[in-house]
Structure formats: C-alpha cells, structure tokens
C-alpha cells in the first residue's frame, strides 16, 4: 500500500520560532510538493521538487523554504513562523513516469502559530 | 493561480439521492482529476478523465469533459453518508507535473 506520511498532525509554535515539518513517501517518486490549505482557497502550492536537491517556486514561496536531500523525503521550513502561516500543511508525491500526475497525499499538519 | 472552480460550494442531499457536482477551468488542459477529502485528512485521488475522453465510470461515479465548455462535472450515484467530504477537481495544463486544485465543493449526506 502506497504512503505518504508527515511528522505531526498537529503543531502549535510561537511567532518568530523556526518550523520544521517533514514529509516521507516510500512510492520512489520522483515528484514532490508541498501545499497549504485554507477555508474557501482550497490548496496552493508552495513548493515542489522534481528530484533530489531540486526545487521549484509555487504560488506562495514567500516566508517559505525547502529541502530534499534524499528522494523520499521532502522538508518544509519555516524560518520565522508567523501567525498567518496558521493552516493546514499537506504534503503530496507522484511518479514522473506517468503522464497523468495522480497525486498522493500525507495526513496532512495542522500548524497552529501563537 | 487557481483554475478550477467548484460549484456548488457545498451541497446537501438525502441519503440514497444523486450528488453532481461541477468544475470549470479557463485554459486548456491535459486532463482532469477528481479528489476527495475526508474533514481534517489528506485528499485520495477519485478518477481521472483525459482531454480527448467524454464520460468516465468508475464504480457509482461519473464523470463527463466538456473540452468546448471547458468544464467537468462528477455524479455520485446512490449516495451514502461515507460520502460525506469535500470534493475537488484538479486540473494539468502543462507538461510539469505539477496540477492546480480547484476550492472544493462540500457534500453532506443527511441520513
């Protein structure tokens, strides 16, 4: 059975502390993103990565960073949490070798910043 | 970025009725996704419909592609109250892999 699991399915941290949420798929993909989700926005993407030590910008990048070392796991860095980065985190891999791009989702993190 | 977009926002039935949703796109796509969300969980992929296919079954859904309409629409037969979630289109309009979700349309199944 195909997984993607994520570090926490729940966080609370202060403004101005450093967040570290992590991402492990065990599908050899080569594809990963990371998304937040809010009320009536849906899911944006924040990061995504075609291979190891490569990334690319989403929509909202900005307050974010990411690194992936190694092929199954995927890092999701915030280097001074703020409180409108409260939300949902999820994070998703596919396979580069289909043409269709299904997506497979973690549990996701609800980060909470106080 | 958003390019899908759900209609209704959300939606109410009685068990056992029919549940259609509805997704429009504003550029051309390579196909369409639908996923499900369970409250608080990750989303789990439905059923995809390529650009060139109509009509898709998979099970008590449906799917139609309207490629000149540009929209796309999911039937759940039979509804039962485990179809209670939220439901999203994700569209692919490139080559990268990346694919772009809709808002999502909330389904509640009364008992």
């Known amino acids: 059975d195909v997984k993607v699991t994520q570090s926490s399915r729940y966080l609370v941290k202060r403004t101005g502390e450093k967040v570290f949420l992590e991402c492990v798929q065990d599908?050899?993909?080569?594809?990963m993103f990371w998304y937040r989700q809010d009320p009536g926005l849906g899911l944006r993407l924040i990061y995504f990565?075609?291979?190891?030590?490569?990334?690319e910008k989403g929509d909202i990048p900005e307050g974010y960073s990411v690194s992936r070392e190694k092929k199954e796991r995927f890092s999701l860095i915030l280097e001074s949490a703020s409180t409108n980065q409260t939300s949902m985190y999820l994070c998703?891999?596919?396979?580069?070798?289909?043409?269709?791009?299904?997506?497979?989702f973690g549990p996701g993190t609800r980060l909470t910043v106080t | 970025s958003q390019q899908g977009e759900e209609d209704p926002q959300a939606l109410s039935i009685q068990e056992g009725e029919n549940a259609t949703m509805n997704c429009s796109y504003k550029?051309?796509?390579?196909?369409l996704q639908w996923y499900r969300q369970n409250s608080g969980r990750g989303l789990v992929h439905l059923i995809l419909i390529r650009s060139n296919e109509r009509e898709k079954h998979s099970g008590r859904l449906r799917v139609t592609l309207d490629t000149s309409k540009k929209s796309s629409s999911l039937l759940i037969t039979a509804s039962r109250a485990a179809d209670t979630a939220s439901y999203f289109c994700a569209t692919d309009h490139s080559s990268a892999s990346k694919i772009i979700f809709g808002s999502g349309t909330r389904l509640s199944i009364r008992p």
């Open positions: 550029t051309s796509i390579n196909n």
């Open positions: 599908m050899d993909h080569e594809n």
């Open positions: 990565s075609y291979d190891v030590k490569m990334k």
């Open positions: 998703a891999s596919s396979s580069a070798g289909t043409a269709t791009y299904e997506q497979y």
